[in-house]
Nanobody, 116 residues
Framework: VQLVESGGGLVQAGGSLTLSCAAS????????MSWYRQAPGKERELVAG????????NYADSMKGRFTISRDNANNTVYLQMNSLKPEDTAVYSC??????????WGQGTHVTVSS
């Protein structure tokens, strides 16, 4: 099983990034997928989630209207489009696969740094 994130990097405040998470080794289309993030010195927090079919999404309040989660079940990939980035969005972003209430698979994460 692998979840491999990509797309992180350094961006100026107000800029955009799109993160990708490529999944393999399990039946991707059966899993709810979520993005979490962890900033230095802070606890991990949920960013966004999307159902297995991609028909419902949820977001943390601070990300609503700025971030968009989507998925491509044909290519076993989940995305996170991030717009209007702020310095406080600086964190390691990780994708996670959950099913039947259990989050079983985690990626290693990709670093996002937003400069002011």
């Amino acid at each position: 099983v692998q979840l491999v994130e990509s797309g992180g990097g350094l961006v100026q405040a107000g800029g955009s990034l799109t993160l990708s998470c490529a999944a393999s080794g399990f039946t991707f289309s059966r899993y709810k997928m979520s993005w979490y993030r962890q900033a230095p010195g802070k606890e991990r927090e949920l960013v966004a989630g999307i159902t297995s079919a991609g028909d419902k999404t949820n977001y943390a309040d601070s990300m609503k209207g700025r971030f968009t989660i989507s998925r491509d079940n044909a290519n076993n990939t989940v995305y996170l489009q991030m717009n209007s980035l702020k310095p406080e969005d600086t964190a390691v972003y990780s994708c996670v696969a959950c099913r039947l209430g259990a989050c079983r698979y985690w990626g290693q994460g990709t670093h996002v740094t937003v400069s002011s």
